[in-house]
């Protein structure tokens, strides 16, 4: 495997929708962990609190969402609004589900085509590994979300070092009750989101979108 410089492999990390069932090696899995760990936090807090479901339990998981869905129990732990969106935020929204949409050949009109892309979302894209991301409820809970944020990029980083691919789905984030059920996790800890991850199946359109980025002028202010 080459070894990427690091400007490398944040060009080369993406999100994969569509993976192949070969489980991740246990050593690499080991790493991306110790690497997810070295990530900065509020005072050392350290509060991100990760379950990793495969097999059975992966499975299990997935019934559990996918029957939580059906019935529209949602049972997000934070809010999310989508019509709060500001317009340019919205349109970046926008323009990531008509690439996506686009790419897997689904119509805009085509609302089985979309219910099934939605379901493929509560399958995992086929991966064969989720990691659900909880924390403590501290005050707001920006502070630690923010934490978790920075253990997720490094998640994610590292998986793309190693030729492997995730995809940090906030969905997955709005059926936390069902998440806690089957996992046995405590009600005091709040799901943010989670990462399906493995090897992605370049075959599949959905597995090859990239989506760009805005021009710094957009978002960096320079003060001198």
Not at 28 to 40: I, N, S
Not at 103 to 115: K, P
Not at 173 to 182: K, T
């Given at each position: 495997?080459?070894?990427?410089?690091?400007?490398?492999?944040?060009?080369?990390?993406?999100?994969?929708?569509?993976?192949?069932?070969?489980?991740?090696?246990?050593?690499?899995?080991?790493?991306v962990?110790?690497?997810?760990?070295?990530a900065?936090?509020?005072?050392?807090?350290?509060?991100?609190?990760?379950?990793?479901?495969?097999g059975?339990?992966?499975?299990?998981?997935?019934?559990?969402?996918?029957?939580?869905?059906?019935?529209?129990?949602?049972?997000?732990?934070?809010?999310?609004?989508?019509?709060?969106?500001?317009?340019?935020?919205?349109?970046?929204?926008?323009?990531?589900?008509?690439a996506?949409?686009?790419?897997?050949?689904?119509?805009?009109?085509?609302?089985?085509g979309?219910?099934?892309?939605?379901?493929?979302?509560?399958?995992?894209?086929?991966?064969?590994?989720?990691?659900?991301?909880?924390?403590?409820?501290?005050?707001?809970?920006?502070?630690?979300?923010?934490?978790?944020?920075?253990?997720?990029?490094?998640?994610?980083l590292?998986?793309?070092?190693?030729?492997?691919?995730?995809?940090?789905?906030?969905?997955?984030?709005?059926?936390?009750?069902?998440?806690?059920?089957?996992?046995?996790?405590?009600?005091?800890?709040?799901?943010?989101?989670?990462?399906?991850?493995?090897?992605?199946?370049?075959?599949?359109?959905?597995?090859?979108?990239?989506?760009?980025?805005?021009?710094l002028?957009?978002?960096?202010?320079?003060?001198?």
């Amino acid at each position: 495997m080459t070894k990427l410089t690091f400007a490398e492999v944040v060009a080369a990390r993406y999100s994969a929708r569509q993976f192949l069932p070969t489980a991740v090696d246990p050593q690499h899995l080991q790493g991306v962990l110790e690497d997810a760990q070295r990530a900065p936090s509020n005072c050392n807090t350290q509060p991100w609190h990760v379950h990793i479901v495969s097999g059975r339990t992966r499975d299990k998981v997935s019934a559990a969402l996918l029957g939580a869905a059906s019935q529209e129990q949602y049972s997000p732990d934070f809010s999310f609004d989508e019509k709060a969106f500001p317009n340019l935020l919205n349109e970046r929204r926008r323009e990531q589900g008509r690439a996506y949409y686009e790419a897997l050949g689904i119509a805009r009109g085509d609302n089985e085509g979309r219910l099934e892309a939605f379901r493929r979302n509560l399958e995992f894209f086929g991966a064969p590994h989720v990691a659900f991301l909880f924390m403590p409820m501290i005050g707001d809970g920006v502070r630690a979300a923010s934490d978790l944020g920075m253990y997720a990029q490094n998640f994610l980083l590292s998986l793309t070092a190693r030729g492997l691919a995730g995809v940090p789905q906030t969905l997955l984030g709005m059926f936390a009750d069902p998440v806690r059920d089957v996992l046995g996790v405590d009600a005091d800890m709040k799901l943010l989101f989670g990462i399906s991850f493995g090897h992605p199946d370049l075959s599949n359109a959905a597995a090859n979108l990239r989506i760009g980025r805005a021009p710094l002028t957009e978002s960096v202010r320079f003060h001198d």
